[in-house]
């Protein structure tokens, strides 16, 4: 059965609004676990926007069930995952200018750096996911340079309008998920996902993992965060 793992990155968007100390994104961590989450996802920006270092050490020591760090494959990054040992690390593609990720990675431009950081990851016992578009290239590469899974790039479902467009963007998922199985890795997906649409991605049999951030922390203002995440968790097992 498919899992949920929430990315908490918003809770310590909303402290850094004010630069104070509340709210703790390891409160919200606590939350979401008592709720049944299966992870905490956090992504340490480098311009530390959101989530900062002291964030991710006290989740390391935290959270019980899975530690899900969101990164990209920056030198100084690539350093911290090393010292603080995550459960897992999901390597993004990240631009300053922009509000979240918004492309996939490119593993095949930037193959023999992801082979380098997969070899660093899986010294200290972490699993490597890479976050990509359901593209071919990207999937192969991914498995050629050892990685233990890959998230889905949902974003493009996400945005598609219409039945026809909707239709087409679950087709390139399922795509994505057969290949990415044939070539041994686990799949994940994530991405713009929402209570309105998780219903038909969370239907494709194979996707194991979601990480879902944003729609989660919107609910949360106005149920608690233990509510919203209990309410995508039955979502997602809903068949
Ligand atoms: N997966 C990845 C790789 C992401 O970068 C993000 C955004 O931080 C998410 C999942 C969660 O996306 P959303 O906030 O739209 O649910």
Known sequence: MAVLNVNIDHVATVRQARLTDEPD???????????????????????RRHICDRDVRILKETVACKLNLEMCMAEPIVKIAEAI?????????????????????DCVRHQTRLAEVVKRMHKKRILVSTFIAPDAEQIIASAQTHCDAIELHTGMYANAKGPGAIRKRLIDLERGRDLA???????????????????DVARIEGLCEFNIGHSIIARAVFVGIGQATAEMIKLIHKK
């Open 25 to 47: 994104p390891v409160w919200a961590a606590v939350q979401c676990e008592l709720a049944g989450a299966n992870g905490i996802t956090v992504h340490l920006r480098q311009d």
């Open 85 to 105: 040992q995550p459960d897992q690390v999901t390597l993004v593609p990240e631009k300053r200018a922009e509000l979240t990720t918004e492309g996939g990675l």
């Open 181 to 199: 199985m044939e070539n041994k890795l686990v799949v994940h997906a994530g991405h713009g996902l929402t209570y309105r649409n998780i219903a």
